[in-house]
C-alpha cells in the first residue's frame, strides 16, 4: 500500500505554501512516499510541521511546536544550522526532497484519491490562513471522555449535513503600519521597496533578500520607527535595486531598531509581564546603545523577565522592555517556551525537564 507524509505550516503565507507545495510536486518521482499538505486550521494527523522562522510570531511559534515534541522544518531566508532541520527559501526540488526523505519514518498507509479530488484539496490547503498551530493547545484538550466524544460526533454529523465548511480567506491587509509591522507581519513587506525619510535620503528594505539601505548609523531611524506608516508611503522597487545602492546592511539592524522605538517602554503584545527571556547566543551590540552590553551581559547567564532583568541591571523596566523588544525583532532573544504542568508523549517530558533546569538555573543567578 503506498504511504504518504503529511504537512502542516505556522506563520507561512499562502503564497509560500504554494510555492512548496508545486516544488513538492517536482520532487513527487524522486520520493518514496506522497506528500499532502493541510491546512493548519484542521487539527488532526499532521506528521510534520514546517514554520517561518524569520519573524517574531514564527519562532514563537517555533518554540512552542519544539516544546510540544513535534517534528519541525524551519523555514528561513538564511540557515545557519540553528534548528535541526532547516530549508532555505532559495531551495531546489533536490533539496527539499533529501530533507523529506529524512522523515520517511513519519509515513503512513493510505488509500490515494483521483488526482483532480487531489489537486483541488491541495490547492485549497495551501490558500488556508496558516497564522495558529495545529494541535498545540492545552494537551487535556486531547483527553478523550464521553462528553467529548459525543460532542465530537455531533459536529461531524453537522458537518456532513451541511457539506464541506468554506475555507475562509486571509483578511485584508492593514493600510498601515509602524515600521516592525512593515519589517514582520504577514501583511508586511514582501518585495523591495523604498520611503523617504529626510534631507533628500531614503529607505530601501529588501525583504527577499534580506538587506536594507540607508543611514550608516540607527538613531537617525528612530524617528520613523515610532510612528504609523501608510502603504501607499512605500514605493515598490526592483529586485535590482538594491545592488545599485550606496550600502547593504543586514535587514536584522534595521528590525533592531525598529523594534526598540515601537511601543514606547512596553512589552511588545506578544508577550506578558511573566514571559521569560533568554539570550542563547552573544548577539551584535551597536555602539549607540551602550546599555545593551549590560543587559545582553545579564541575560547569557540565564532566562528572566523584563522585571527580574530590570533588578539585576538597575535600569528601568521600560528600558529594558523597548531592548527585549528591539533583539527579538532582530532575532537574539528568545522567548522561553512555556510548558503546561501535563505533557503527551515522551519528546514534550524530555523538553520540559530540559527548559525547567534551565528556567531554575536563571533565577538563581
Known amino acids: 500500500m503506498?504511504?504518504?507524509?503529511?504537512?502542516?505550516?505556522?506563520?507561512?503565507?499562502?503564497a509560500e505554501i504554494e510555492r512548496l507545495r508545486t516544488l513538492a510536486e517536482q520532487c513527487a518521482s524522486r520520493l518514496p512516499f506522497a506528500v499532502e499538505w493541510r491546512p493548519t486550521g484542521v487539527p488532526g494527523d499532521i506528521d510534520l510541521l514546517l514554520i517561518d522562522v524569520d519573524s517574531i510570531y514564527g519562532h514563537v511559534d517555533w518554540l512552542r511546536a519544539h516544546a510540544e515534541g513535534r517534528a519541525l522544518i524551519a523555514l528561513t531566508s538564511k540557515p545557519d544550522g540553528a534548528h535541526d532541520h532547516e530549508l532555505s527559501r532559495s531551495a531546489d526540488a533536490s533539496e527539499l526532497t533529501a530533507l523529506l526523505l529524512q522523515f520517511?519514518?513519519?509515513?503512513?498507509?493510505?488509500?490515494?484519491?483521483?488526482?483532480?479530488?487531489?489537486?483541488?484539496?491541495?490547492?485549497?490547503?495551501?490558500?488556508?490562513?496558516?497564522?495558529?498551530?495545529?494541535?498545540?493547545?492545552?494537551?487535556?484538550?486531547?483527553?478523550?471522555?464521553?462528553?467529548?466524544?459525543?460532542?465530537?460526533?455531533?459536529?461531524?454529523a453537522q458537518t456532513a449535513d451541511s457539506g464541506p465548511a468554506p475555507v475562509e480567506p486571509p483578511p485584508e491587509p492593514r493600510s498601515a503600519l509602524l515600521l516592525i509591522g512593515w519589517l514582520t507581519a504577514v501583511d508586511g513587506l514582501h518585495?523591495?521597496?523604498?520611503?523617504?525619510?529626510?534631507?533628500?535620503?531614503?529607505?530601501?528594505?529588501?525583504?527577499?533578500?534580506?538587506?536594507?539601505?540607508?543611514?550608516?548609523?540607527?538613531?537617525?531611524?528612530?524617528?520613523?520607527?515610532?510612528?504609523?506608516?501608510?502603504?501607499?508611503?512605500?514605493r515598490p522597487e526592483s529586485d535590482s535595486a538594491m545592488d545599485q545602492a550606496a550600502s547593504a546592511q543586514p535587514l536584522a539592524r534595521?528590525?533592531?531598531?525598529?523594534?526598540?522605538?515601537?511601543?514606547?517602554?512596553?512589552?511588545?503584545?506578544?508577550?506578558?509581564?511573566?514571559?521569560?527571556f533568554q539570550l542563547p547566543r552573544w548577539p551584535q551590540i551597536e555602539r549607540?546603545?551602550?546599555?545593551?552590553?549590560?543587559?545582553?551581559?545579564?541575560?547569557?547567564?540565564?532566562?528572566?523577565?523584563?522585571?527580574?532583568?530590570?533588578?539585576?541591571?538597575?535600569?528601568?523596566?521600560?528600558?529594558?522592555?523597548?531592548?527585549?523588544?528591539?533583539?527579538?525583532?532582530?532575532?537574539?532573544?528568545?522567548?522561553?517556551?512555556?510548558?503546561?504542568?501535563?505533557?503527551?508523549?515522551?519528546?514534550?517530558?524530555?523538553?520540559g525537564r530540559l527548559l525547567g533546569r534551565i528556567r531554575s538555573l536563571g533565577r538563581k543567578s
Open 104 to 156: 520517511e519514518e513519519l509515513t503512513s498507509d493510505y488509500s490515494p484519491v483521483p488526482a483532480a479530488d487531489a489537486k483541488a484539496a491541495a490547492r485549497s490547503a495551501a490558500l488556508a490562513p496558516t497564522r495558529e498551530l495545529p494541535v498545540l493547545g492545552d494537551p487535556a484538550a486531547a483527553t478523550t471522555s464521553p462528553e467529548r466524544n459525543s460532542t465530537a460526533e455531533a459536529a461531524a
Open 191 to 234: 518585495a523591495p521597496a523604498s520611503i523617504p525619510i529626510g534631507d533628500g535620503h531614503r529607505l530601501l528594505v529588501d525583504p527577499k533578500r534580506g538587506l536594507y539601505s540607508g543611514p550608516e548609523a540607527l538613531k537617525p531611524l528612530e524617528d520613523i520607527s515610532t510612528r504609523s506608516i501608510s502603504r501607499s508611503e512605500w
Open 288 to 351: 549607540e546603545f551602550p546599555r545593551h552590553l549590560r543587559l545582553a551581559t545579564a541575560l547569557m547567564k540565564g532566562p528572566a523577565t523584563v522585571s527580574e532583568l530590570a533588578s539585576q541591571v538597575g535600569l528601568p523596566e521600560s528600558e529594558v522592555a523597548d531592548f527585549i523588544n528591539g533583539f527579538v525583532a532582530a532575532g537574539f532573544v528568545e522567548p522561553v517556551a512555556s510548558l503546561p504542568s501535563e505533557t503527551v508523549g515522551a519528546p514534550a517530558a524530555s523538553s
Open 254 to 276: 534595521l528590525r533592531l531598531i525598529a523594534g526598540l522605538k515601537a511601543h514606547e517602554g512596553c512589552l511588545a503584545p506578544d508577550f506578558d509581564a511573566e514571559t521569560l
Open 2 to 14: 503506498p504511504t504518504r507524509l503529511i504537512i502542516g505550516a505556522a506563520s507561512v503565507e499562502p
